[in-house]
């Protein structure tokens, strides 16, 4: 396995894990030496990963968030306006989804957190890179944000509601 695979490894392993990972029982997993972990895991900081070091292993430390999905539809000249209101308010946008009847379930990392970000998906979108995936669904369309709160999201559903994207879903 080659170094960036297994630095990626290490990672998911350690989202995954509920206790630390020791640098011996990385080792193990990969079948390296324990020095090569202890490199791989100052490469991983270095990229930007907080990893503490306890007596018991490696934790990675990431910051626990709310997180929802939403049921929207809207235009295409709405797109930047949905997108921009919802990392407002302090939402991050992973994905777009959509339900297709023949195709079923397809999901697209979005990764949008800022109006830079919306303003750079737009701009791919609008050069003809590709047509956002809401259209082959009628603009129905779900997106998982992410915020520190469960109050932000609650004021994202509230907005999105008020400009009318939001898709009241009966119980």
């Known amino acids: 396995m080659a170094g960036q695979d297994r630095r990626e ?5 350690m989202q995954k894990s509920e206790a630390p990972l020791s640098g011996t029982k990385l080792a193990s997993m990969f079948h390296v030496s324990r020095q090569v ?15 503490i070091s306890t007596n018991r292993g490696y934790i990675l430390n990431t910051v626990k968030s709310a997180r929802r999905v939403y049921k929207v539809q809207h235009t295409d000249e709405q797109l930047e306006d949905e997108l ?4 407002d308010l ?6 777009v989804m959509v ?3 023949v195709y079923g379930r397809i999901e697209v990392e979005l990764n949008v957190g800022s109006r830079r970000r919306a303003a750079e998906f737009m ?5 003809g890179k590709s047509s956002p995936l809401k259209n082959i669904t009628s603009d129905y ?7 520190d709160k469960e109050e932000i999201l609650d004021l994202i559903e509230d907005m999105l509601r008020e ?4 898709v009241e879903t009966g119980c």
């Open 90 to 95: 302090g939402g991050f946008v992973k994905n």
């Open 99 to 101: 339900n297709h009847r």
């Open 123 to 127: 701009d791919d979108i609008r050069n």
């Open 141 to 147: 369309h779900y997106h998982t944000v992410t915020a």
């Open 84 to 87: 921009c209101a919802i990392v």
């Open 37 to 51: 972990i202890v490199q791989d895991i100052a490469l991983i900081r270095a990229s930007g990963y907080d990893i």
């Open 9 to 13: 490894s290490i990672i998911g392993q």
């Open 163 to 166: 400009k009318g994207y939001l």
